[in-house]
């Protein structure tokens, strides 16, 4: 069933400035880990081909996850199911439960445009829009609502400053986003995200394109961002998942060989093909 | 095993040698057309004059102008812009971003790959039967007509050979042109620009409109100024559909009798006359200017589209 507003989540029709507010932040911070995202017996397939086997996880709500494994393990592919950008893949089906919030993600009846609303995504490359930095970062509120120039200003400055980028850019919104530097590109690939209002941000390798200094800055906003919203992340680098998460996912020809927390999985896996991954014997 | 080291003296005579063949093609390219252009303006420079410009056709050469043609092919061409662009760009949306890979797309696909090869005056053929004669529907009877000739709203069915007809004619030679040329551009968009705009929660069609449409726009109008250079110097399809040799007025609505530039330079050239050729000639300066014009609007408007692109 299309879920327009969801009762339990305060971003629907009441929001009007940043998406999230401090005293909601404040209100769910102390409780123990609420998973946002839970999956049982996942399966995907690309045509006849299996990319994922019956996958069992639990995503906990404002943490950063990651998601770790050799390429074509079908990490991304399970990242673009939690906002069905596999819809636009022919060939691209999924078996299993997958749910949001209690919200069933592969309900062929789901408003996709209405999730991605709420699961906002960074891709691997930068691809900011052709257009200003502020029309970049306003883009996505447009979409879905209208906004006084006065609330779009705020609202654009806002998610700025969350991604960092506002000291940058403050006196520049009206260039074009194209002569921005690639870790720039990135962090306001971020701000456009955010300024939506998502719950969840999917990072889909979001360093790799990047030089070291950028990375460590992308890092430094990632544990910012935990704060506020669920945050996934792909990555090829174990330092970095090391670095950002508190959960780690591995994952090794589609299927999780081993979850925990990142600490943990890192120091001590009960793993072997764990193990021999995170110490860099093979991957 | 290995094979024997060319010595790197033959592989930079090599080169060199491909430089000059270059150079030789290029230079004999531009002197071909620098001497059409010296031969036309000798020719036809002395014919030029305000009188020629604002004169019908008459069969006094010193009497003769271009006012109807020049006026004809005015309204033809935008007419056919007005109707092959947004349709060609219209198809080429739905082809690219919205038809789901199908055995009834392909076969569209093929079906305009080979229209646009078809050669111009088969088009005109279609036209006739079509919209000049409606397929001989009511032939006999009187046309179909809203209004009286004299208004300039005056529309009939069959349409005869009229300017809307021409304009029409013109937009099915120039369509397939289009159409391909708008798929070239918007397959040059890039995919991630079209993923990242989805992946805010935009429709198919606010990706489009917002994020795809624009990046391709420039590269469209360059398709369009092709198509429309292409429409501009057509006569073959037009005569066909007939289009007037001698026409002594100026279209005042959709229905009226038209000639085009092209139409008039061959009337002109045929005749045996050499003061005629001399028109010709006038003509034939006056369509390149007309040309050279259009095209400058075109890459006018392309600037303008562009410039929020780059940094």
């Known amino acids: ?283 | 095993m290995s094979g024997s080291v060319i010595p790197t003296a033959r592989r930079l005579l090599a080169s060199r040698l491909f430089l000059t063949l270059c150079l030789a093609a290029t230079t004999i390219a531009i002197l071909l057309l620098g001497a059409l252009l010296v031969s036309i303006a000798i020719e036809g420079l002395g014919s030029l004059s305000w009188r020629f410009l604002d004169s019908f056709a008459s069969r006094k050469a010193a009497q003769a102008g271009i006012k109807a043609p020049l006026l004809g092919s005015v309204w033809v061409c935008a007419i056919c812009a007005l109707i092959a662009v947004p349709m060609g760009i219209g198809t080429a949306i739905y082809l690219e971003e919205f038809a789901k890979r199908s055995r009834i797309k392909r076969l569209i696909q093929l079906n305009v790959s080979n229209l646009s090869g078809v050669p111009s005056i088969v088009y005109g053929i279609l036209a006739l039967a079509a919209f000049v004669r409606f397929f001989g529907m009511g032939s006999g009877d009187e046309p179909w007509t809203l209004g009286n000739p004299e208004s300039f709203w005056y529309l009939q069915c069959p349409l005869g050979p009229s300017v809307l007809a021409g304009g029409f004619t013109l937009a099915l030679v120039i369509l397939p042109i289009m159409i391909i040329a708008s798929q070239e551009a918007l397959r040059a968009v890039p995919q991630s620009l079209r993923q990242g705009a989805l992946a805010l929660g935009s429709t198919r069609w606010q990706v489009v409109r917002l994020v795809t449409l624009p990046a391709a726009m420039p590269t469209i109008m360059t398709g369009a100024i092709l198509a429309m250079s292409r429409a501009i110097g057509e006569a073959a399809p037009l005569l066909v559909i007939g289009g007037f040799l001698l026409v002594f007025q100026t279209p005042t609505n959709l229905m009226s009798d038209f000639t085009v530039l092209p139409l008039q330079i061959f009337n002109w050239a045929g005749r045996p006359q050499e003061d005629f050729h001399k028109l010709a000639a006038a003509a034939i300066i006056v369509q390149l200017v007309v040309l050279v014009a259009f095209n400058s609007i075109a890459i006018v408007i392309r600037q303008k589209l562009q410039r929020p692109l780059q940094s």
């Open chain 1, 1 to 283: 069933m299309t879920q327009p507003t969801t009762p339990e989540q305060p971003l629907g029709a009441s929001r009007v400035e940043l998406p999230r507010g401090e005293s909601e932040t404040a209100a769910r911070a102390p409780s123990s880990p609420q998973t946002a995202i839970s999956m049982r017996g996942l399966s995907s397939w690309y045509g006849s081909n299996q990319v994922l086997h019956a996958l069992d996880l639990e995503i906990a709500a404002k943490q950063v996850c990651a998601f770790i494994g050799p390429s074509g393990c079908g990490k991304s592919t399970l990242l673009r199911w939690i906002n069905r950008m596999n819809d636009t893949i022919p060939g691209a089906r999924a078996a299993g439960m997958l749910s949001l919030h209690g919200l069933d993600l592969l309900d062929p009846t789901l408003d996709v445009v209405d999730l991605r609303r709420r699961v906002g995504m960074v891709f691997q490359k930068p691809n900011p829009f052709p257009k200003s930095i502020f029309d970049n970062v306003a883009f996505g509120p447009r979409l879905h609502r209208i906004y006084s120039p006065t609330d779009l200003e705020e609202l654009v400055e806002q998610s700025l400053r969350a991604s960092a980028l506002w000291g940058e850019v403050k006196d520049r919104l009206d260039s074009s986003a194209l002569g921005l530097s690639g870790g720039q590109q990135q962090r306001l690939c971020i701000a456009r995200a955010i300024a939506v209002g998502p719950e969840v941000l999917l990072m889909d390798e979001p360093c790799s394109a990047l030089d070291p200094r950028s990375t460590a800055s992308i890092e430094e906003l990632i544990r910012e961002l935990r704060a506020t919203y669920t945050i996934v992340i792909v990555t090829h680098n174990m330092q970095q998942a090391s670095r950002v998460s508190d959960a780690t996912a591995f994952f090794y020809e589609g299927k999780l060989i081993e979850t925990g927390a990142t600490d943990l999985l890192f120091t001590n896996p009960t793993n072997r093909q764990t193990e021999d991954y995170v110490t860099g014997r093979f991957g």
